[in-house]
């Protein structure tokens, strides 16, 4: 054999050796590669990235067969992990929503910056509402119109204006028992379905919460006394390691009903929320659509333990005289609360008196009187506070408000 032929020979081996060793190379670095690449897609399902992100990381593999390399396939991993960081956040659910909101609010409450884990539980202490720590305290917030009537307005983003827009730390949730009420042809399961709604939201915004048994047409409380029993049982029992609810246990009695009956009725509706709760605050209305907190002192309900009694006025009807009765009863030693009011005439409607509303304000903060104003709905009337033509529940700006609606977010916003 020459030596031309042997050196051509061993050229060709050579060849054959290097070209094995590239092709073995290459599949190696093909499966390594491919295999990352399944690793990658199945992170991402399992992450719920969604049809597009599998889309992007079938792209992302063909390009790492093509490469056949231990450093673009490193790349490659890095690029299927941008995806899904890019994917992840879009992924939304209406119940994913509501866990945010809830967690949110427990975030809030744990800063400290709500009015419930600033001021914890409420209780009574001679005339005046004092919080955990013993320091006067003043509620001061909304009622809601009639559950039946305006139920779309119980509902978190609403509430949470009102805490953070209005600077609000109460709701009233207005429980008819006539008018086609709760004791009177309503659904009671649906309302006291909104009753949990309404609770539930305060609670996640560290709100405060007032079940009002809405008397009003059935002007003497016992005319559905054993219902209220029932109800306040129920509420009671369900709410009592609430620290935020407080019961209103008779809204305005009316049409010549005496203090002894509505006293009578209040000791019963006591003792039924009291099996339950020793220490809610307890609300009870007075005579003459909740007016007459003067005549308290001669004969207070039976347990007067976390109890204070309802002051309700409209400023263009109510003036001094009733002004009076609120100093009259509060040097007797009655505490008094107005967990109703607005500042048109007592019909809602009619017009306004900003001199008398000047001056009933005044006779609250002189006096830390706690208040809730009437109503929130967009009702055709001067005493709603969102304005008839805005058919938003939450959020609404200045002058998305009615009259009366400013005022009383201007008072809010000003005091403490």
């Known amino acids: 054999m020459d030596k031309n032929y042997k050196k051509t020979l061993l050229i060709i081996l050579i060849t054959f050796v290097l070209t094995s060793l590239y092709f073995v190379t290459a599949i190696v670095c093909y499966h390594s590669g491919k295999k990352a690449g ?3 897609v199945s992170n991402v399902t399992d992450t719920g990235a969604g049809q597009q992100t599998l889309s992007d990381v079938t792209t992302v593999t063909t390009e790492t067969t093509a490469d056949i390399s231990t450093a673009n396939t490193s790349k490659v991993t890095n690029e299927i992990t ?13 119940e994913n929503n509501e866990e945010t909101k809830a967690s949110g609010a427990v975030e809030e409450e744990s800063q400290g910056i709500t009015p419930l884990i600033t001021h914890g539980k409420l209780h009574v202490n001679g005339i005046d509402l004092v919080d955990e720590n013993n320091q006067i305290f003043q509620l001061k917030g909304v009622s809601t119109h009639g559950l039946q009537w305006y139920p779309e307005y119980i509902n978190y983003d609403s509430f949470k204006t009102l805490r953070d827009d209005w600077h609000a730390n109460v709701i009233r949730l207005a429980m008819y028992t006539g008018e086609g009420g709760y004791m009177t042809g309503s659904n009671q399961a649906e309302l006291e379905a909104k009753i949990d709604e309404g609770v539930s939201y305060c609670t996640q915004l560290g709100m405060y919460c007032i079940i009002d048994w809405h008397i009003l047409s059935d002007g003497n409380p016992n005319q559905y006394k054993e219902g209220a029993k029932d109800f306040f049982r129920k509420m009671s029992e369900k709410y009592k390691g609430h620290k935020n609810i407080l019961y209103e246990i008779c809204n305005e009695p009316n049409g010549g009903v005496s203090w002894s009956e509505v006293k009578s009725y209040a000791d019963e509706i006591i003792s039924a929320i009291r099996s339950n709760d020793n220490d809610a605050i307890i609300i009870v209305g007075t005579p003459s659509w909740s007016q007459d907190v003067d005549v308290v002192a001669e004969n207070p309900v039976t347990n007067p333990h ?14 001094e005289s009733l002004r009076n009765k609120v100093i009259t009863a ?47 709905s967009n009702k055709d009337e001067l005493s709603a506070l969102i304005a008839s033509d805005c058919s938003k529940t939450s959020g609404w700006s200045i002058n998305e408000l009615s009259e009366t609606g400013k005022w009383l977010h201007e008072k809010m916003t000003k005091a403490n």
């Open 82 to 94: 941008t995806i899904q960081d890019e994917h992840q956040p879009k992924i939304t659910s209406k």
């Open 330 to 376: 509060r040097n007797n030693q009655t505490p008094v609360i107005i967990s109703e009011f607005s500042i048109c005439e007592a019909s809602g409607n009619g017009s306004i008196d900003y001199d008398s509303a000047t001056q009933w304000s005044d006779l609250i903060d002189n006096n830390n009187l706690s208040y809730i104003g009437w109503n929130l």
């Open 38 to 40: 399944r690793q990658s």
């Open 306 to 319: 976390n109890v204070m009694y309802s002051l309700h006025f409209y400023a263009a009807t109510h003036k």
